[in-house]
């Protein structure tokens, strides 16, 4: 079949955005562990009962920290499979290639120079959906998949209206400390929304081949 890496990629790229919506859902509810356990440590004696969660905490950061990275490796893995069908995979492992980059300065980095590589990260981390998008655009409309064509403009408007806004709250969250656990919240609901709705179009890219897995096992 023709397009078999783009299927084969896309394939893995949806296993590593499923560990991904896992990662930063888990993420999510540890800011809102945090957020509550800090609001009521007033007045509280240490007890066992805190100590077990402060353990479920620390033990859900390593479980959302493995799954993060396996994500990553995925992605990786999907993209380059893909990428000999489509050009704008190649791009989309080349942003890659530069978060690696920017990720080891801003390790290094501190002060203005840290917030700098932290946005960039976050910029390099939206193109590199937005390229995967256009990958699948353009496979979709050499097959004639119109609808999943025309569905990936409107996924790739959605992610990138998610993607601002999470960024404008991050910045409105250095000037306003007061709210600034609501507004993590919020910025932990904008990813994990980015990242359901780019699962969805995911989905639908590998449906569209139309490929069913015992097609590709005879002895299935």
Known sequence: MKFMNAYEGLKTLKLAEILNVISIGIALLMSLMLILKS????????????????????????????????????????????????????????????????????????????????????????????????????????????????KGGIIFTVIIVLSVTAVVLGIVNVFAPSISNIITLIIGGLNIARSIVFLTYLSEAVNMFGIKEEELDPLG
């Open 39 to 150: 609001g009521s440590m007033e007045n509280i004696d240490v007890s066992s009962q805190e100590i077990g969660n402060g353990f479920v905490i620390v033990l859900a950061g390593i479980v959302a920290f493995v799954l993060a990275i396996s994500s990553f490796i995925l992605q990786i893995s999907g993209i380059n499979k893909a990428k000999t069908d489509d050009e704008s995979f190649d791009t989309a492992l080349m942003f890659i290639i530069g978060g690696i980059v920017v990720a080891v300065i801003g390790g290094l980095a501190s002060g203005w120079l840290e917030s700098l590589m932290s946005v960039v990260s976050k910029v390099l981390s939206l193109c590199i959906t937005l390229y995967i998008i256009k990958g699948i655009r353009s496979v979709a409309n050499r097959i004639e998949k119109t609808d999943t064509d025309k």
